[in-house]
């Protein structure tokens, strides 16, 4: 199976850190991408490659990976980081192609 | 400005045929990846299937397979999505995505704004 999974609600406190994970088999960089979506809005890139950034995108927004877990780590959460966020996959050898996970929403109190 | 501009919003019936598209700019078509991810309302994101303008190679998920048709002209830099065949299930809101490979991995750099497509 190439399904990766994610919980589907997280909260931080404003200013605090807040890690989002991507679970599932061979989820280790620099396979997973990571993309935010607000209401109403088509998604964003936020993290692709080895820990890559679009240069539009906050240093307060990184990723890394173990050999199961890929995670996205907001630090100093603001109120404009609330949304959705989808981790995705590619399966490099086999199908489907792109996976995504099923999406965290992150709420900031 | 890397831009991709969708068709408009589709009300159809269900056995209706329907192709919409996506027009690109701001950056050599034939060089990306470039296709489509599917939204349900209130769900998450699915991949659909990309096309690779230079060479015509087409992959799809699965799931999808079968059931659309993913295309791209490259005369007029524009990516298609077809269904010969609509059934309810297939109301959604889908975007354009353009895709670069990177080390081996491929990730959805710009992202178009959505057609939605109802299906009754």
């Known amino acids: 199976s190439s399904d990766v999974t994610q919980d589907s609600a997280v909260s931080v406190t404003l200013g605090q850190t807040v890690t989002i994970t991507c679970r599932g088999d061979n989820v280790s960089l620099p396979y997973v991408s990571w993309y935010q979506q607000k209401p109403g809005q088509a998604p964003t890139l936020l993290i692709y490659g080895k820990n890559m950034r679009p240069s539009m995108v906050s240093d307060r927004i990184s990723g890394s990976s173990s050999v199961t877990t890929a995670s996205l780590t907001i630090t100093g959460a603001q109120a404009e980081d609330e949304g959705v966020y989808f981790c995705?996959?590619?399966?490099?050898?086999?199908?489907?192609?792109?996976?995504f996970g099923g999406g965290t929403s992150l709420i900031v109190l | 400005e890397v831009q991709l501009v969708q068709s408009g919003a589709e009300i159809k019936e269900a056995g209706d045929s329907l192709k919409i598209s996506c027009k690109a700019s701001g950056y050599i078509f034939v060089r990306f990846w470039i296709g489509w991810v599917r939204q349900m309302p209130e769900k998450g994101l699915e991949w659909l299937g990309l096309?690779?303008?230079?060479?015509?190679?087409?992959r799809y998920s699965p799931s999808f397979q079968g059931h659309v048709t993913v295309s791209a002209d490259t005369s007029l830099t524009t990516a298609y999505l077809k269904w010969a065949t609509l059934k309810s299930s297939d109301s959604a809101t889908y975007f354009c995505?353009?895709?670069?490979?990177?080390?081996?991995?491929?990730?959805?750099?710009?992202w178009g704004p959505g057609t939605l497509v109802a299906v009754s």
């Open positions: 995705s996959y590619r399966h490099r050898d086999g199908d489907p192609w792109v996976v």
């Open positions: 096309v690779y303008p230079g060479d015509a190679d087409v």
């Open positions: 995505v353009r895709g670069p490979l990177y080390g081996g991995t491929i990730f959805f750099d710009y």
